[in-house]
């Protein structure tokens, strides 16, 4: 079974700087898709950017890019120049593009602060 | 709909009681997934319809916790006999089952809560 993992339970950053978000997966598939989702208060789930396993070029999202290493398993979601509205939790799924079910599975998620 | 909607926003029950939790997924958004998301927690996973194949029961905490879904439209999750652990944000989303966009979109949840 695919297993995902947030080591950093919560981060700060000071406005403006940059922030690095670690997200780190189990999977016997060579194929799937990864994502990063935004969860400010309003409890919306947003989703911040997506990433093919197929594609080496890692994905970009104007301030949000990711560090995509297929052979550490490793996801780890990158953003510069922060905002005060970056604060929130950030979540990181994973998802199987074949046959069977397709369901996200979500890590615990990272706590983003962002200091003025 | 333009987006995922869930009812009630928020809902407040007494232990022992029912409840039932509906959401609206986009049009035509043919997976449907619903959420458990305890406070401070991840997302953990409950149930998964795709059209009309058998749904994925496999997160279904209890026998307490069912879900029907309707076609490819509304769907609702019921708990009975509702006990305190079961208070958390009910989150569902909806999604495109192939294609070049595979996100999950999500409706903004049901925060339950039992007393």
């Known amino acids: 079974a695919q297993t995902v993992t947030q080591s950093q339970p919560e981060m700060s950053v000071q406005e403006a700087e940059t922030v690095t978000l670690s997200c780190t997966y189990d999977t016997s598939e060579s194929d799937y898709y990864l994502f990063w989702y935004k969860q400010p208060p309003s409890r919306q789930m947003i989703l911040v950017i997506r990433?093919?396993?197929?594609?080496?070029q890692n994905a970009t999202e104007n301030r949000f890019s990711v560090n995509f290493q297929k052979a550490a398993k490793s996801f780890s979601l990158k953003i510069s120049d922060s905002q005060l509205g970056d604060a929130a939790m950030y979540f990181c799924a994973y998802r199987s593009p074949g046959a069977g079910t397709y369901k996200y599975i979500f890590g615990t998620g990272t706590r983003l602060k962002v200091l003025a | 709909g333009a987006g995922v909607s869930q009812s009630p926003s928020n809902k407040v029950t007494e232990k022992g009681k029912d409840v039932e939790l509906r959401c609206d997924p986009i049009?035509?958004?043919?997976?449907l997934y619903w959420y458990r998301q305890r406070l401070g927690q991840g997302l953990e996973f409950l149930i998964y319809f795709q059209g009309n194949s058998a749904p994925d029961k496999s997160g279904l905490p209890s026998d307490r916790f069912s879900a029907e879904r309707t076609g490819e439209s509304v769907s609702t999750l019921t708990i009975q006999r509702t006990q305190q652990e079961d208070s958390a944000v009910y989150l569902c989303?909806?999604?495109?089952?192939?294609?070049?966009?595979?996100?999950?979109?999500f409706g903004q949840g049901t925060r339950l809560t039992v007393v």
């Open positions: 990433q093919e396993a197929y594609k080496q």
């Open positions: 989303a909806s999604s495109l089952r192939v294609g070049t966009v595979p996100e999950a979109f």
């Open positions: 049009s035509g958004h043919t997976a």
